[in-house]
Nanobody, 125 residues
Framework: QVQLIESGGGLVQAGDSLRLSCAVS????????MGWFRQAPGREREFVAA???????YYADSVKDRFTISRDNAKNTVSLQMNTLTPEDTAVYYC???????????????????WGQGTQVTVSS
């Protein structure tokens, strides 16, 4: 059974940084697609960043050059370093993992079949 537990969220000011972490059990992070998504109140869940199962990285245009996804194979974690945060980054952030065989892009929620409970990130202006 796959489990994902996010941590690291909090309340910060615009321009600050945060690092989110996702602890994964039940599969190894370097062998499966791993993604970060976020959902703001009243909005659909949206893609933030992802690793394909072969290790390619993908970013949403809105976070490119500010956020960095990384993985620690020894700890079996996936992290999201978020710099220069803005109030528009306020959301619940979710870690997810999905099938290696799916043809759905890693940038879509439909690629993923296991999700964490989410961690709240709030950025004040």
């Amino acid at each position: 059974q796959v489990q994902l537990i996010e941590s690291g969220g909090g309340l910060v000011q615009a321009g600050d940084s945060l690092r989110l972490s996702c602890a994964v059990s039940g599969r190894t992070v370097n062998d499966w697609p791993m993604g970060w998504f976020r959902q703001a109140p009243g909005r659909e869940r949206e893609f933030v960043a992802a690793f394909s199962f072969v290790g390619n990285t993908y970013y949403a245009d809105s976070v490119k050059d500010r956020f960095t996804i990384s993985r620690d194979n020894a700890k079996n974690t996936v992290s999201l370093q978020m710099n220069t945060l803005t109030p528009e980054d306020t959301a619940v952030y979710y870690c997810a993992t999905g099938s290696r065989l799916s043809t759905m892009p890693v940038t879509t929620t439909r690629r993923y079949n296991a999700w964490g409970q989410g961690t709240q990130v709030t950025v004040s202006s």
